[in-house]
């Protein structure tokens, strides 16, 4: 996908729609090869005003078109579509950052994909396509081997948020992870038809009923940034133990199946070779690897893990080292964030820092959903 961006021409004007300010900067480090003069962000104030405001600086039928996620801009979709421009669309990457998205932290890695998005399983995606049509060689499959030995070995996910510690659970009994998600998640809308965690965690027990069940709230969900939680007392009735603040890793290494709608966890069960049954579409599902109730028809190869970590984590995102923020490949990623991950464990200021960045961007949200609530 690195080449995707490099392959752009220079003289063409770029402009991003659904990018929250935050976002701008950010976004700067993975658009290196475009000029600062061609890169637009359109933000009207009033937000039905996009499309206008987009004409008015400049965009025509020889523009580049970026939005983030499955935000919806039908004025714009058809003006792409009319005129055959191609429409790219922006996620977050699967190994993101030390903190979360909805902290404003800033994203080490990020998809930009050509085709859909990849956790829209309604149409085909540029992951989709990799994982379809990819002949994967030796090299490329004994560097997945290792990027997943060392993933394990270092404890990394998407996140990287809460400190690892050892969990005390019964020995004689299967263990079950379900993972909460966050419920009004594009992932959920599009590839788990609107399923909530309550509805998992039930079909989960009935699916399990002897197993020892846990489950793990979403982070976002957990400090209050996103919809999605299950009062505990609920929760435990078909789970045997919650586990909030404490790092996936933890969770995983005692798991033995791991029971998802459509979470990243999932496909980090698999890294991990665990067992996994999904019960709606994410992308790591239909190719022979996890216990499915539903299905894709346009996927009908079966993969190895190796090739599914290679096309996910090599050749479908861009990164940028952590230290640097100039673009890399994965392994120098790994390592600048391990870096930061060390830091964020031995200084108690950088923590410190982290936190009181989290604590305020909270509170600014709050107030903002307060004030929108009231216009």
Known sequence: MLRLICGHD????????????????????????????????INPFIKKNYFTLAIKQGLNEKSNIYIWGKKSFPLLEEFAAKNNLQLYRIEDGFIRSIGLGSDLTQPYSLVIDSRGIYFDPTRESDLEYILKTTIFDEALLERA???????????????????NKKLNIPSDKKVVLVPGQVEDDASIRYGASGMTNLELLKQARQNAKDAYIIYKPHPDVLVGNRVGNIDEKIAL???????TKVGLDSVLEISDEVHTMTSLVGF?????EKVVFTYGMPFYAGWGLTNDKMKQERRERILSIDELVAATLILYPIYINPLSLEVCEIEEFLTGLEKEQRLYSASFLYRTKIKMHNFVSRKLQLLLRIITIKR
């Open 10 to 41: 220079k003289l063409k004007m770029n402009y991003f729609f659904g990018f929250s300010h935050w976002k701008h900067e950010f976004m700067k480090p993975f658009l290196y090869t475009l000029e600062n003069q061609s890169i637009v962000f």
């Open 237 to 243: 009735k078909y789970a045997d133990k919650v586990v």
């Open 145 to 163: 081997k290792k990027l997943r030995k060392y993933l394990i070995e270092k404890k990394l996910s998407k996140y990287n948020l809460y400190e």
């Open 268 to 272: 980090e069960a698999l890294i991990r």
